[in-house]
């Protein structure tokens, strides 16, 4: 039995042909928690969170969580957000060292994608591709392995103000954002950070920019899955930017869930390439 498991940092995509579980990240105030799952209303989350004076916090899911999502499966491939702002990858490493001491035949693969939301879509895709042709188990890493190297994500946001309040960026970087009609373009860096590229002047100009940077970044008219926060007008005119100029691109949009919206909060959009 395989098993395909992501965290929800993710949005829990539904993919055809796909069977995968989901370990949901947890938002909390002091008040309420939210759990990351499909039955997440994101918009309520927003609202409430929004209306909210306190603090805000996150939690990745723990190792005896990613543990239980093993199941009994002698196969793994987990998937999990960026080690570089997250807790979620070692927790999914420590569950792989307790699961191979009751189950020392297993093969469990854990992927960092170093990214976050529609880049470990681009992963899951891949993990389908390459698993349909029943390739052994070694071969499948290797192959996902090597499709990281020449994945992407960019992104635009309206605020970092969570970002900044959990430490995940500077204060000093966040202070300089929140002026109305600034959008922060940036990029996941090499070690999985949040890297600032650009500060636009509104939303034109932030896809002008993030369509540049992603054809710098070798996009060729590949696969490009995209996420939004709420702000699905601005994922489809980015798509038309798209297609204006990769008429054959594999464009798919969807909905941040409630990680990905938390943190990139609303009117954000986030694009995951292939590069050539
Ligand atoms: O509590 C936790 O372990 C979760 C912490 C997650 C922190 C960052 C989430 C970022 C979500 C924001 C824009 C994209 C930044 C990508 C940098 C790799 C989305």
């Not at 693969?109 to 993990?127: Q, R």
């Not at 635009?156 to 954002?177: D, E, F, I, M, T």
Request: proline share 3%; net charge neutral; charged share 20%.
């Amino acid at each position: 039995m395989t098993h395909f498991i992501a965290d929800s940092s993710s949005d829990h995509p539904v993919i055809a042909g796909l069977s995968v579980r989901y370990v949901p990240l947890i938002i909390s105030t002091e008040e309420k928690s939210f759990t990351d799952n499909a039955l997440l209303n994101v918009s309520e989350m927003l609202d409430n969170l929004a209306s909210y004076k306190g603090r805000s916090y996150t939690a990745c899911p723990s190792a005896g969580t990613w543990l239980s999502a093993f199941g009994n499966a002698d196969t793994v491939y987990a998937v999990t957000i960026t080690s570089g702002l997250s807790g979620s990858f070692n927790a999914a490493m420590a569950a792989r060292e307790l699961y191979l001491q009751t189950h020392p035949d297993a093969k469990i693969a854990v992927f960092d994608s170093l990214s976050t939301g529609p880049e470990l879509l681009l992963i899951l895709e891949k993990l389908k591709e390459l698993t349909d042709q029943n390739l052994p188990f070694d071969r499948v890493v290797d192959a996902v392995r090597e499709y990281q190297r020449k994945t992407r994500l960019f992104f635009a946001l309206q605020s970092l103000h969570n970002l900044a309040q959990n430490g995940r960026v500077s204060k000093v970087a966040a202070a300089a954002v929140g002026m109305l009609g600034i959008r922060i373009v940036g990029t996941a860096s090499p070690t999985g950070t949040l890297a600032q590229l650009a500060k636009c002047r509104g939303d034109r100009k932030a896809m002008r920019e993030m369509l540049d940077l992603i054809r710098q970044a070798g996009y060729a008219g590949g696969k490009i899955r995209i996420t939004h926060v709420e702000n699905v007008n601005l994922a489809e005119s980015f798509a038309g930017l798209i297609r204006e100029n990769w008429p054959n691109a594999d464009i798919a949009i969807a909905p941040s869930g409630g990680l990905c919206s938390y943190y990139a909060e609303r009117g954000a959009i986030l694009a995951a390439i292939e590069t050539a």
